[in-house]
Structures are given as C-alpha cells and as structure tokens.
C-alpha cells in the first residue's frame, strides 16, 4: 500500500532491450507524420548584438574562470541557409524548427530591426518552396541585454517587452509561417539559471525567485497564445517542455520511490500539470513551496511538446551516486552515455510521450516530440539511439497516443550555452573555422526510415 502510493508519480518504465534490426529496418510512419531537425538563434548564428548570454560569457566564477565560453560565429547560420537546405531537402525532412534572435531583433526597447527579420520571412519562405514547414521558437533562452539591465525575467515589464516583441514578429511572419513555440523550457531556465548557476542570471538556490521567473513565463506563454491566434487565427500554437524521467534504481524501495517521485514532482510535473489544471504549484514530498492559479492557461495549447533526451534513477547506494549525491545517470553500467554523461535508453522516448498522454492530455491533444537527440563527438551511438528511439515511439503510436512528429535535436553541431563548443549534437559534423558540414552516417539512418515513410 505504501509503495503503490509513493510510485504515483513515476513515469511508465522503460524497457533496456533493443527492438529487433528486422523491425527496425521495416519502421514506417504515417505520410502525415512529421519529421525534421532543429535549431536556436543564439546556438547557430553569428549574433552581435548584446544579450542575456553575451554578458553571461563575459562573467567569471569564483575560480576566475568565464561563465559560459565565447560565442564567436557559431554555425554562420545565415550565411550558410542554403547549403543547410539543401542538407534537409536531401535528407527528406518535411519540418524544420527554429528560433528568432530576440537582441538582434530588438537590439533597444521599441527600435526594431526590420532587415535582420527579413532573414527569417526569406528562411520560411525558402522553407515551404522545399516542402518543409517553417516552425519557429519565439524565446528560446536569449533576449536582449537591456531586459537583464531590468533584473530580466524578473522585471516587472518582461511580460509587456515579450509581448511586443511577439506582435512584431508574428505579424511580420504573417502569411510566412504558422506554427509557433511561444517558449523553450521554462524548467531550464528556472532549473539552470536560478538553481544550478550555469544559465543567465547565474544564480544559485534562489528557490522564491526560480518559482517566480516560471510563473512570469507561463503568464507570457498564454498571453503569446492568444495575440497569436488573434493574428494569425489558422496558427498552431505550443509551448515546449522538457521531461527527465526520474526512477528508483530499485523498484522495491519506498525510499528511492519516494524520493524518484520527489523529483519528478519538481522537475517535470508543475510545468505539465500548469497547463492541464491552470494551477502552478511545487510541492515535492507534498510540501507545497509555490502555488498560483493562472486562469486560461489549460486552453492555450493547440498541441503539445515535449522535449525528452534522458533519464536519471535514484540509488540510497553511495556506489552508485555519479556527481550528485544519490543519483545516477543509468540503472546498470551497460547502458551506454553520451559524450554529456546522459544515458542513452531508447525506450524512454516511448515511456515519456505515454507518460505525457496519460497524465496530462484530457483533450487528447495531439503530442510532438520537439527535441531528443545526444551529443555525440565521433557519430558513434547516435545512428542506433535514433532509429531504436524512433520504433519505441512508433510503438506508442501503435498503442494509440496521438503522436505527430519526432524532431531530431540537431541539425548541426553549435553552441551549446554553457558547453560552449565542446557537446557535438549535430547529425551535420561543423568545422567552425572553415565552416564547412559534414553529414554524419546517423543522418542517413535517420533519412532511411524517413523515406520508407512518404
């Protein structure tokens, strides 16, 4: 009785077995299924106006070491559309998601750069020309450096500046585009911006604030939402969030049960259960750190997303702890991880979106898997963890969640925030002095099952 109580909130398990090559080599979806990669402005471009991350890079630790490595050009993102095109039309994708640099739009309050969005209108339009449906991110982790001079998130005039940046943008991008994701993550911004110390503002357990800046973005999110549809009334709208599905490393302990549940109760339910319920609220162990009610928020979602890369278990044995105290990023040491120290389980992606279904889509909206991918220096897992995750997921379809595209994080090698240049997590391998892409063997692993399918 005890231990059903405290595995409530434990995601569905996730089994450590490969599907069958056979099965694999058969896998296809429906024609309407999308499929393509990803991207962020600040991650790919070659940005030069400042911003929440510029700063971020200029600031030192403790150790006298920077914050965050120096963006320098990054993927020339720009400059190399074409090219990067011509790498998604031959690999068959039919959606590609990408982000708006909001300080290079917006570089003063109110002063906006009409030839720097021109860039994107001319990517969408290049995009649909090719078959492939433009998807843009409106806040993905970076916004303009006089936000942050206002204590940024948490300035009492972020929620008006995202909003007038969202009525330029979306009207500019009217006719252009119709899918939008109004913010990437808020749990990672909270997470690694106010908790962990990695992402801008730097702050470490500053728990009142983390809860705060959340709410601030769930409050934009629906706002976004309805002036969205309010301009573009065909538009499909989302917001993005990330699950890191959190199991007891041993199923018949109550205390790994119950402290899995915990975590999970912090980093993947208040965001999930906000937009099913309207109710904010942080209560890991049921103790309630934060609660606030945001009315309308349970209809602001045309359909949902959910970006998924890995698990961790919790282990009461000092053996198994990694670098946090009792937890570990794998249940046994056959799991492989990534170059980032993620394990890599190709059934959780199915655990994850089933999880999804059940627990938070009433409506039985439909569910887009926005990013999962690894880093991967040398291409050596990510061929198998992509096709093995992309039959788990097929067999959630087969089961009935209403599953309706898989992206791929990401098209390219690029600037992975606080890692600087150091994650690879591109199916394209980038050469950032002399730019120059490289398909990876995963990429055509990823293009067969692609091609089976349309």
């Known amino acids: 009785m005890i231990l059903a109580l405290?595995?409530?909130?434990?995601?569905?398990t996730a089994p450590l077995e490969d599907l069958p090559e056979e099965e694999i080599k058969q896998?296809?979806?429906?024609?309407?299924?999308?499929?393509?990669?990803?991207?962020?402005?600040?991650?790919?471009?070659?940005?030069?106006?400042?911003?929440?991350?510029?700063?971020?890079?200029?600031q030192f630790n403790r150790e006298g070491e920077r914050k965050a490595p120096d963006h320098e050009n990054a993927c020339k993102a720009f400059e190399n559309f074409d090219n990067d095109l011509q790498i998604m039309k031959d690999s068959k994708f039919n959606c590609y998601?990408?982000?708006?640099?909001?300080?290079?739009?917006?570089?003063?309050?109110?002063e906006f750069n009409d030839s720097y969005m021109q860039n994107y209108i001319e990517q969408c339009d290049k995009l649909t020309?090719?078959?492939?449906?433009?998807?843009?991110?409106?806040?993905?982790?970076?916004?303009?450096?006089?936000?942050?001079?206002?204590?940024?998130?948490?300035?009492?005039n972020f929620h008006q500046y995202f909003i007038e940046f969202v009525?330029?943008?979306?009207?500019?991008?009217?006719?252009?585009?119709?899918y939008f994701f109004t913010i990437n993550e808020p749990m990672s911004v909270s997470l690694m911006g106010y908790l962990g110390?990695?992402?801008?503002?730097?702050?470490?357990m500053k728990f009142r604030k983390s809860f705060l800046a959340v709410s601030k973005m769930l409050f934009c999110h629906l706002s976004a939402y309805k002036l969205i549809h309010q301009i573009i009334p065909e538009s499909k709208v989302s917001i993005v969030n990330q699950l890191v599905l959190c199991y007891p490393k041993h199923k018949w302990s109550i205390i790994e049960n119950a402290l899995a549940s915990a975590v999970n109760s912090f980093l993947?339910?208040?965001?999930?259960e906000a937009l099913t319920t309207g109710v904010l609220q942080f209560r890991p162990l049921g103790i309630r750190l934060f609660k606030q009610q945001i009315v309308g928020l349970p209809e602001s979602q045309d359909f949902i997303s959910v970006n998924h890369y890995t698990s961790i278990y919790i282990t009461m044995d000092p053996r198994d702890?990694?670098?946090?105290?009792?937890?570990?990023?794998?249940?046994?040491?056959?799991?492989?991880?990534?170059?980032?120290?993620?394990?890599?389980?190709?059934?959780?992606?199915?655990?994850?979106?089933?999880?999804?279904?059940?627990?938070?889509?009433?409506?039985?909206?439909?569910?887009?898997?926005?990013?999962?991918?690894?880093?991967?220096?040398?291409?050596?897992?990510?061929g198998w963890f992509t096709t093995q995750s992309l039959g788990y997921l097929k067999h959630a379809i087969d089961y009935g969640i209403p599953v309706m595209g898989y992206i791929h994080w990401s098209l390219l090698d690029n600037y992975e925030w606080n890692e600087g240049y150091k994650q690879h997590f591109g199916l394209v391998k980038v050469d950032f002095q002399s730019q120059e892409r490289t398909p990876q063997k995963s990429l055509q692993m990823y293009k067969e099952i692609i091609e089976r399918s349309v």
């Open 6 to 12: 405290v595995k409530r909130h434990i995601p569905p």
């Open 27 to 58: 896998l296809k979806f429906s024609k309407d299924f999308y499929f393509g990669t990803a991207s962020s402005a600040y991650q790919v471009e070659d940005t030069k106006e400042e911003s929440n991350w510029t700063r971020f890079s200029h």
């Open 97 to 110: 998601r990408f982000g708006l640099s909001w300080s290079d739009i917006e570089p003063k309050h109110g």
């Open 129 to 156: 020309a090719q078959g492939i449906e433009p998807m843009i991110t409106l806040f993905h982790f970076e916004y303009p450096g006089w936000i942050e001079d206002e204590k940024g998130l948490l300035s009492q």
């Open 167 to 178: 009525e330029y943008t979306v009207t500019k991008l009217k006719g252009h585009c119709k």
């Open 197 to 204: 110390g990695a992402f801008p503002p730097g702050y470490k």
């Open 268 to 272: 993947n339910r208040p965001y999930m």
């Open 321 to 382: 702890w990694n670098e946090f105290p009792m937890a570990n990023r794998r249940p046994n040491k056959d799991v492989p991880l990534s170059d980032f120290s993620w394990s890599l389980i190709p059934s959780s992606l199915e655990s994850a979106v089933r999880w999804v279904d059940k627990e938070w889509n009433p409506h039985h909206l439909p569910i887009f898997v926005t990013e999962h991918g690894l880093s991967d220096r040398d291409d050596l897992h990510r």
